[in-house]
């Protein structure tokens, strides 16, 4: 493409961004289309000739745009919602052109650099102490993994990376915790080091859903009187379900006393600490050895972005770092320019940092504190109106921006029957596309889950979903 048809057709990509963005509003908010619909209207064969960028980005409205569920819109508030900012948008539209590779300091030392100081701003931001290495990997599930592997090979004379686990009788088998409520990606983890599901503790929590510190370390005593071998623990600051904070101080002391590898999953509550009145949700957290955030959930950041900070950026190293002749050099300085390559599985590494650093600067910490404080102020109010409402009940304590609720007619108080209606509810108000809502279960309860975090979502789309629900139950009663 030469450089006037690009600067054409890259002026009317921003102008359909700019209009797509202050219309998302008016799309429905999930894609109305049946599975395969897509796949349809495509053709099933490449083209053999080149195509015109008109008629591509024509087609791309045509037959792609129907099946979009607009993240962005301002009633989407599902899982947990997310903001592609308009500093975000632009940041990855110039890593796009610069299309550096990261994985090594001479390969883009501006990425490389750029990662470090921005991820220490963040960390600031957030209170947590110095030093922290962090690096951007695209999740929090490939975050946890490495975590994990850092945490594994931070086991004392068992030399794992040389020499794997698989038939070794000096090998006893590896267990590590979460609670009932942690992300599967702790799961998942687990499956890919080899730990298996059964070398993961599901630890069961209170009322509020908070992993039951008595109980964690019973089960370590006895997993190790049973002749496993305890390495990890994962705390979850935040968790998805319910958004509790496990109490991680508590957890702390656990792991220093068994010598466990402390791992806190902030990944959609820590972002809340930016708010200094409410850094109090990261007590005990700088005692974690890892800990991750993920800016592409609170943070206004596009897919992806995931931080992963860690005291122990050598044990991280030593999990990961291999270096083939082909990617020797002489130029990394050590974790202050390193070469990032080494702190995970991937080689090549996107410019995340530039989209970030944008959004800091744009904001400023005075700005990100105020829209995050404004999404757990709309939160509060909902849940104000639910508090006092007959015919709906607050299902956890409302601590940052989610709102678990469901619906609770005075009279019906059969279990099934009140599943079958939430779930009814739900899906009604999810087909009219104004609101896009998700759900848990707690306790075998089928509750809604009200995700407000995205930066168009204002008080008057809080009141609307709440005439809807109101107006929608009085449809079953
Ligand atoms: N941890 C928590 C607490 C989450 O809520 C989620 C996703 O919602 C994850 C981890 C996984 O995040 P990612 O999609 O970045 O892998």
């Known amino acids: 493409m030469d450089p006037e048809a690009f600067r054409r057709y890259g002026h009317k990509a921003v102008d359909w961004i700019a209009d797509y963005l202050s219309n998302a509003a008016q799309y429905p908010v999930l894609s109305q289309l049946a ?146 409520e942690a992300h599967s990606a702790a799961d998942k983890a687990a499956i890919v080091l080899g730990v298996g599901q059964e070398g993961l503790r599901k630890i069961g929590t209170d009322n509020q859903f908070r992993m039951d510190v008595t109980e964690l370390e019973r089960t370590i005593e006895e997993d190790l009187a049973a002749g496993w071998l305890p390495f990890a623990v994962v705390a979850t600051v935040g968790t998805t379900s319910t958004t509790s904070i496990d109490p991680v101080p508590q957890i702390a002391d656990i792991c220093e006393r068994h010598h466990l590898w402390l791992h806190v999953d ?50 991280m190293k030593a999990a990961f770092s291999l270096i083939p002749e082909f990617l020797r050099t002489n130029e990394s ?65 409302t601590q940052f921006s989610l709102v678990c609720l469901r619906a609770h007619p005075q009279g019906m108080d059969d279990e099934e029957q009140l599943n079958a209606l939430n779930e009814r509810l739900m899906n009604r108000i999810n087909a009219t596309g104004r609101f896009l809502l998700s759900h848990t279960k707690l306790h075998r309860r089928f509750t809604i889950r009200v995700a407000i975090g995205n930066l168009r979502t204002s008080e008057k789309d809080i009141r609307d979903l709440w005439t809807e629900l109101q107006e929608d139950l009085v449809k079953e009663i």
């Open 333 to 397: 300085l050590g974790d202050e320019t390193p070469n990032l390559m080494d702190y995970g599985n991937a080689l090549g590494r996107r410019f995340r940092s530039l989209k970030l650093w944008m959004i800091l600067r744009y904001f400023g910490h005075e700005g990100l504190a105020a829209r995050i404080r404004e999404h757990c102020r709309l939160a509060q109010l909902l849940s104000g109106w639910l508090d006092a409402s007959p015919n709906f009940e607050r299902m956890t304590p």
């Open 266 to 315: 902030a990944a959609y509550g820590g972002m809340a600490a930016i708010a200094p009145e409410m850094r109090g949700i990261m007590e005990g957290c700088e005692r974690a050895d890892s800990l991750i955030v993920n800016p592409h959930k609170w943070l206004f950041t596009p897919m992806d972005c995931s931080v992963l900070y860690t005291r122990k950026p050598e044990v």
């Open 35 to 180: 599975p395969g619909d897509i796949r349809h209207v495509l053709p099933a064969k490449p083209p053999e000739e080149p195509e015109s960028m008109q008629q591509i980005l024509a087609d791309f409205d045509k037959q792609l745009m129907p099946g979009i569920t607009h993240w962005n819109a301002p009633g989407f508030m599902a899982y947990f919602s997310n903001t592609g900012s308009g500093p975000g948008i632009l940041g990855e539209m110039l890593t796009a052109a610069l299309n550096t590779n990261a994985m090594l300091w001479r390969t883009s030392p501006a990425a490389t650099e750029l990662e470090q100081i921005t991820l220490d701003w963040l960390r600031q931001l957030l209170g947590l102490p110095h030093p922290m290495f962090g690096v951007i990997n695209d999740t929090a599930s490939t975050g946890i993994l490495y975590a994990l592997a850092a945490a594994r090979e931070a086991i004392p004379k068992l030399y794992i990376r040389q020499k794997g686990i698989g038939g070794r009788s000096d090998v006893p088998r590896l267990r590590l915790y979460c609670s009932q």
